[in-house]
């Protein structure tokens, strides 16, 4: 079957930095997604990666390795807005987005 | 302002009633999808519209149906739910392409009791 893992939650401090994991097994890839949605609105487009590396946009990052099944989100200088579920989605082979369960991370002052 | 625009926010619904979803999208995509989002699950796909040609179907039970009468509209139609439908219904819409993001609207949070 296929499969996308991430932490439930997480917890980080105001200033902070913190990471974000997504594993996944799918038949095939055609590119891996991060959203962010906050508590009762809708999910926000943040990056998407189809191949390996390290892509920067402003405070929020996002690594691939498709090698390993793997990527993170990597959120820098945090603020009590960046609160919220962050989601993980892959493009398998038939261009079906799978999506992981998503990860609630709470910041604290 | 999202660009997607779902009615109603809320929706409280007895197992016998009919009552209908409507989203609309603002942006020129040409695709439109329906999602189920349960607490702690993955976003569940439901329905499918391309060009306003219904392309999927995930096994859907029938007590739920789509209509889309043109490419910035798309409805769910909802009868004898059961309370396990409860959940958050959110609607998107796309581009198209393959890799095209998807853009949410902001859902409808439905209770059936």
């Known amino acids: 079957g296929q499969n996308i893992d991430q932490p439930t939650e997480m917890t980080a401090t105001e200033g902070a930095i913190v990471q974000i994991n997504c594993t996944y097994q799918?038949?095939?890839?055609?590119?891996l997604f991060w959203y962010q949605q906050h508590a009762g609105e809708a999910p926000t487009f943040l990056s998407y990666?189809?191949l390996d590396g390290l892509e920067e946009k402003g405070r929020f990052s996002s690594f691939l390795s498709r090698s390993k099944g793997y990527s993170y989100l990597l959120l820098k200088e945090l603020q009590m807005k960046d609160s919220a579920s962050y989601l993980c989605a892959v493009l398998d082979s038939n261009y079906q987005l799978i999506w992981g369960a998503g990860t609630k991370l709470i910041i604290k002052p | 302002e999202t660009g997607v625009t779902q009615t109603p926010r809320h929706l409280v619904m007895g197992m016998t009633n009919k009552k209908s979803l409507k989203c609309e999208q603002h942006?020129?995509?040409?695709?439109m999808y329906w999602y189920k989002q349960s607490a702690k699950k993955p976003l569940e796909l439901m329905f499918v519209?391309?060009?306003?040609?219904?392309?999927e179907n995930n096994s859907v039970p029938s007590r739920f149906s789509p209509e889309c009468p043109n490419s910035s509209h798309l409805f769910l139609h909802l009868h004898t739910l059961q309370p396990e439908d409860s959940a958050l219904y959110l609607c998107?819409?796309?581009?198209?392409?393959?890799?095209?993001?998807?853009?949410f609207g902001n859902g409808t949070r439905l209770t059936v009791t």
């Open positions: 519209y391309s060009l306003e040609e219904r392309v």
């Open positions: 942006l020129g995509h040409n695709a």
């Open positions: 799918t038949s095939g890839f055609n590119g």
């Open positions: 990666n189809v």
């Open positions: 998107a819409s796309s581009q198209g392409g393959d890799n095209s993001p998807l853009h």
